[in-house]
Structures are given as structure tokens and as C-alpha cells.
């Protein structure tokens, strides 16, 4: 069995805490929590989390000046702030030092996604020229190649996007949602319809071969993974 992700909750309201532990362990994921910014340093240090889920306002020390005092000694562990404040100006300033952030009051499902975005991203920065595979299909990321059982599919830059996302999240169900979020950005406010028309798009290129690996499940959303036998 694969080691489950190690995430640090660090916020001072109780009643959050619970609700993102209980939350993050049903989603696979192991957790551990603090209260305070003197807490959340030392736990850093001797748990070495996969991502840091921080909050901006606790009671010692601000969310950012603890990011901040990490990246200053050299600490790269990945931060997704919780922030109340949602002006442009903290957004930036929170961004300019971690990786995402994800504003009060919030529900599971996202800091879930953006937690996932996250982890996603620091693996990639760390192992860039990793193909990515599953069954036949294969992906050089740096290259921009893709091919199925041997021969090479042209896709249009979109067309990569989606299909890299249906590859990181292999055998799981990813939802027209989360697909907009990660591939077009949080700000798409467009047809959420144009998920299923790109789908479409990479059926007709990757399930051009046996067997075909791009499934929909319905009202839930689509899967890369082989057929059941």
C-alpha cells in the first residue's frame, strides 16, 4: 500500500480543525494539527508534512510571516493558505511567498482539489522530465509528446492539458468542476459544457485504440482507466 500524504492542518478554531481532519483522512490522507504559529514550526521540522494547510490569522504569529521565516531557512514545503481575507492585495502577498490559497468560509471539496493542484505541482517541479504513463498511453511532459501504443498523437494545447489531468489523477473520478478548475483556471466563467466537447475531442484521438481508456461515469464526472473485465 502506498504511504498516504502527510498534511499539517495549523488553525486555532476548533471546530475547523475537526471538520478538515475528518475530512482529509476519509479523502486518504494522514493528519496532524496545530494551533498556533510556534506550533505549526516545530511540528514542520519533526513530521516533515507533504503540504502545510495554513491559516493566515493565528493567535501568535500571521500565516504569511511563518511562510515567509520558512522559505527564508530554506524549508520548500508547499503552503495552501486559509485566508478570510479576500481583498487582491492579501491574495497576492499570500501568493508571493506560498502556493495557493483558499478563501473563508470554504467547502471540503475544494481545499481537496486545490490540495491535490499543489502536491501535483511541487512533484512535477521535482521530477520534470518524468513521463507520464498509463496502460499504452504516454506523455512526455517536457516535449509535448504523446503516444498510444507506439504512435504518436497530435493534440492541440488544450487538448494536452486535459488529457495530463486525466493522467495525474489515473483510475480517479475527476468531475467537469474540478476539470475546469485545474485545465481552464478558477476565474473560467464560460460554458462548463465545453469539458464534455473536449472529451469528446481526445475520445476521438486516444480511443481510436483497443481498448479505450477515457470513461464517463454520469453525474459525477470522467476517468482514465482500463475496462472492467
Known sequence: MPEKDRILVVDDEPYITDL?????EFEGFAVEV?????????KVGSLRPDLVLLDVMLPDIEGVEI???????????????????DAAEDKIVGLAVGDDYVTKPFSLNE?????????????????????LRFADLVMDVDSRDVWRDGVSIELTATEFNLLRYLLENARRVVS???????VWGYGFEGDPN??????SYLRKKIDEFDPPLIHTFRRVGYSLRLPRS
Open 67 to 85: 511562510c515567509r521565516r520558512w522559505r527564508e531557512e530554506g524549508e520548500a514545503v508547499p503552503v495552501l493558505f486559509l485566508t478570510a481575507r
Open 20 to 24: 478538515l481532519v475528518t475530512g482529509l
Open 34 to 42: 496545530a494551533a498556533t504559529g510556534m506550533e505549526a514550526m516545530a
Open 176 to 182: 467537469k468542476f474540478e476539470i475546469l478548475d485545474q
Open 194 to 199: 465545453i469539458v464534455e466537447t473536449y472529451i
Open 111 to 131: 481545499v481537496v482539489a486545490r490540495i491535490r493542484a499543489v502536491l501535483r505541482r511541487s512533484r512535477d517541479e521535482i521530477a520534470e522530465d518524468r513521463p
